[in-house]
């Protein structure tokens, strides 16, 4: 790796730490960049997951005051998180590149109509007394597991997935659930992370350079995200999930 190209995927990690933290969706500015200076996908893929876990828990952390009081929330969904991500992880050495690419751009499509639908969804829940569980009830539980194994695989926008769900299944404020977001994503990606240490091959060099550029670009990203109202922060959500969803069906 050139200086140049040192310098380029540090970058990337700043922009990818940034969006990670106020959408999810930052795989898709560090991987091709780690593809473009000579990486293996598999190899890229597996260095971006280890490479942007420090820019995820330092978004996390950035995010901290919407965090109090959701503790029996983490308790509950972050199990979901972690098993999805084993799952995920396995599924990226065992299984063709390919095999579970496919459906990615149809989970961010239901995704972001989940988002864009909710204060629809909200109202006509609250007018029909649908009730909805505090902590969104198994319904979330295996959707949050269904995204930790999505964001074990590959990781582009599983932060759009949950945000989707947990806008529906939960009553809660944007930025809260946000902050829940942080944290759910966090764990998939250090706990996949790990795993590829000892089951696949890792490119050192690009994780540290990652995780560098990450750390910075999660508390730039807490900054900004945290003072966005939330009808920003869902339009935010939207752009990204349609970026994503281009991206990948035109890879």
């Not at 901290?64 to 995920?88: D, M, N, T, W, Y």
């Not at 579970?100 to 988002?115: E, G, H, K, R």
Request: glycine share 12%; hydrophobic share 55%.
């Amino acid at each position: 790796m050139t200086p140049l190209e040192a310098i380029a995927v540090v970058v990337a990690g700043v922009f990818a730490g940034g969006i990670n933290t106020v959408v999810g969706s930052g795989t898709l500015v560090t991987f091709p960049v780690l593809l473009a200076v000579g990486y293996p996908p598999v190899v890229a893929n597996v260095s971006n997951s280890l490479g942007l876990v420090p820019g995820s828990l330092s978004g996390a952390v950035g995010y901290r005051e919407e965090l109090k009081g959701q503790g029996p929330r983490i308790k509950r969904l972050l199990p979901a998180s972690v098993l999805g991500a084993v799952v995920g992880a396995i599924l990226l050495v065992t299984l063709p590149e390919d095999a579970f690419s496919t459906i990615v751009p149809i989970l961010i499509a239901v995704a972001l109509v989940l988002v864009v639908a909710q204060p629809w969804l909200n109202r006509k829940l609250s007018e029909r007394q649908v009730r909805r569980h505090e902590h969104g009830g198994a319904a979330l539980w295996v959707g949050v597991f269904v995204a930790g194994i999505y964001g074990g695989y590959f990781g582009a926008a599983q932060g759009v997935l949950v945000m989707g769900l947990m806008g529906v299944l939960v009553v809660e404020q944007l930025q809260r659930m946000n902050a829940l977001k942080n944290v759910l994503t966090a764990f998939v990606n250090l706990v996949a992370g790990v795993l590829f240490i000892f089951i696949a091959d890792v490119a050192w060099l690009a994780v540290l350079l990652l995780a560098v550029g990450s750390v910075v670009g999660g508390q730039l990203g807490a900054k900004v995200g945290r003072k966005l109202p939330p009808a920003v922060l869902r339009g935010v959500i939207v752009v990204v999930g349609v970026a994503a969803v281009v991206t990948l069906l035109t890879d």
